[in-house]
């Protein structure tokens, strides 16, 4: 496809929820998230296709030319259905196309796919994902997990934002029902597929020929809360060994979880803190950080974690501080269905295959769906921050691959 119709569309998007830093704040049942949701809607009526909110807050556009309805749960179609998508919402100041590039690849590829009067023997759905970040309650991926039921509906609908308010809260200010969420085991029986369409999170695809890869693999990952407690006092008048300073069990943590991550050959971030009470004048009472590790398989990953948990414990030891680790969330290890793999690659003219570090719906839903991944050239390889980038036309041909997957899954 064309780039400049690529941008067209793009364009309608880009200023929600765009910050000054140049990266997005599109937290989940939040403003922007709302007004992308009314795009969403939009689009679908625009094109004719069938709009559809699940229990969950998942959002759905089907083109199902046989009139046929998928998801009825009365009239069950004779054919399952291809699913591409993936999500909306940003992490704090995250790049443009994380998320988004997918949503709107698809309704271009089904634009595409109907210019060419291609005509579908399945329902071909377009998916806007809840939550998949957890930038706003924490738990990622939360509109899949939700729907395959790895996550407890009363857990996740008490799940708290940084403000305090729960996504019970957040979901009825929003005009949203929460007290349906929970398992959906018959939508799900009813995708044959879902192909997920992404920004590349690396730079693999940087200086070759191609600018759309095949995923192989996510890498086990997972995240947890560390919490240091200490006393506040004095920051001039109490004197050093009497100090329970939380700040220093913490510092040694960040620390101790980058060198076990680098001995065992994984990775391992602290990228939030919340200190109280904050005060230059005052030792911290208490650390709150999150540690997000992740691991080319999950010994490795359970190497990470045990090193970390017994050497920040006998530090905490040492600074008269207590420290306490809890898992908030994980995500095994996802191997891509391979004859899937293999056929979109052929199909797409032998696209290389690569595996990723990050997180996706996809990756959930791969437990009890079909699934794969597409990858779009990104030149920077920068993501989750603002310098995220992808050329107009490598986005154009991006859609020309998921349309030629589309037309192969569901013609
Ligand atoms: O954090 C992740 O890997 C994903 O992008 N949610
Ligand atoms: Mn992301
Ligand atoms: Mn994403
Ligand atoms: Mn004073």
Known sequence: ???????????????????????????????????????????????????????????????????????DPDAPHPHKAILTGSHFDSVPHGGAYDGPLG??????????????????????????????????????CLGSRLMTGVIDPDRARALTDPDGVTLEAAMRAAGAEPDLLGPDPERLERIAAFIELHIEQGR???????????????WPHGRWRL???????????????????????????????????????GVATVGRVEVEPNA???IAASVTAWLDARAPDE????????????????????DGTRAAIVRESESPVVEFDASLRDRIAAVLGGAPVLPTAAGHDAGVLSAQVPTAMLFVRNPTGVSHAPGESASDEDCAAGVDALAAVLRDLAC
């Open 1 to 71: 496809m064309d780039a400049g119709e690529f941008r067209r569309l793009w364009n309608e998007i880009a200023p929600i929820g765009r910050a000054e830093s140049g990266g997005y704040v599109r937290f989940s049942w939040t403003e922007p998230d709302l007004d992308l949701r009314t795009w969403f809607h939009a689009q679908s009526k625009l094109r004719g296709l069938r709009y559809e909110e699940d229990r969950n807050g998942n959002l759905y556009a089907w083109w199902d030319p046989e009139r046929e309805l998928v998801i």
């Open 103 to 140: 949503i709107v690849s698809a309704f271009l590829a089904v634009d595409q796919l109907r210019a060419d009067g291609a005509n579908p023997k399945r329902p071909i759905g377009i998916a806007a994902f809840t939550e998949e970040e957890g930038g706003r309650f924490g738990v990622p």
């Open 204 to 218: 693999a695809l940087d200086g070759g020929e191609s600018s759309v890869a095949v995923a192989t693999a996510i």
């Open 227 to 265: 919490t240091f407690t200490g006393e506040a006092d004095h920051a001039g008048t109490t004197r050093l060994p009497d100090r329970r300073d939380p700040m220093l069990t913490f510092a040694f943590a960040v620390l101790a979880a980058r060198k076990e991550a680098r001995l065992a050959g």
């Open 280 to 282: 230059t004048n005052a």
């Open 299 to 318: 010994a490795v990953l359970s190497e990470i974690l045990s090193g970390f948990e017994s050497k920040v414990s006998e530090r905490a030891g040492r």
